[in-house]
Nanobody
Framework: QVQLVESGGGLVQAGDSLRVSCVMS????????MGWFRQAPGKEREFVAA????????GFADSVKGRFSISRDNAKNTVYLQMNSLKPEDTAVYYC?????????????????WGQGTQVTVSS
């Protein structure tokens, strides 16, 4: 059973940076496109970013383009989300997910495995 464990969330101020990480339990990590989603209180889960298996292609939500970056280290079974210039509206639980798609899909239905999430809170 594939397990995903996020870490690195916390409380930061607007304008700060934060990096969250997600480790997969399986050595087949490089076989998955990885994505990050977030869910704010009272809102639906939304796509943030995704990266293909070899890291060659990435995709981002318009709301985070130019501020967030995604990367992966297949040797460490880990995907990262670097968040810069954080805004209060970035406050949410951030989830990583694994997909068998070859493209950086933004649709949650295309992801097979999900982590438990890590809380990111941005104060104004």
């Amino acid at each position: 059973q594939v397990q995903l464990v996020e870490s690195g969330g916390g409380l930061v101020q607007a304008g700060d940076s934060l990096r969250v990480s997600c480790v997969m339990s399986e050595r087949t990590f490089s076989s998955y496109t990885m994505g990050w989603f977030r869910q704010a209180p009272g809102k639906e889960r939304e796509f943030v970013a995704a990266i293909t298996r070899n890291g060659g292609t990435t995709g981002f939500a318009d709301s985070v383009k130019g501020r967030f970056s995604i990367s992966r280290d297949n040797a460490k079974n880990t995907v990262y989300l670097q968040m810069n210039s954080l805004k209060p509206e970035d406050t949410a639980v951030y989830y990583c997910a694994a997909s068998t798609y070859y493209t950086p899909t933004q649709y949650s239905r295309n992801y097979n495995y999900w982590g438990q999430g890590t809380q990111v809170t941005v104060s104004s």
